[in-house]
């Protein structure tokens, strides 16, 4: 008669403790990324060096964005701070109009057909 609250009661204790272990590896945050600061001076202390060449970026990241346009003009840099609801940057609203009457058009076409 008492085995089975017995029972219960040691199986939820069992499962209840299992879940009081310690962290896993996957929940530990990454390891910090290692960098390298080189301080850039002119060869044999000169002062100016002159040059040649082609500037080609180290990567390319593709973006992604919910309404076309462009981009007219950027209020930070990189490495500054923003607050929550600072304007960082503004687009061309000739994108934003054309989505929004296309969107009306869409509409209007679908009221047409829905008696």
Known sequence: MWRLPLFASTALLAVTLAGCGA?????APPAPTPVEAVE?????????????????????????????????????EAGDSV????????IDLAGVDAVATAHVAEALRYRQFDP
């Not at 962290?23 to 929940?27: P, T």
């Open 23 to 27: 962290k896993s590896k996957a929940d």
């Open 40 to 76: 850039v001076a002119a060869p044999g202390g000169a002062a100016t060096v002159g040059g040649a060449g082609t500037l080609e970026r180290r990567r390319e990241m593709a973006l992604s964005f919910r309404i076309p346009g462009v981009l007219t003009a950027l209020r930070v």
């Open 83 to 90: 607050r929550a609801g600072q304007v960082i940057a503004a």
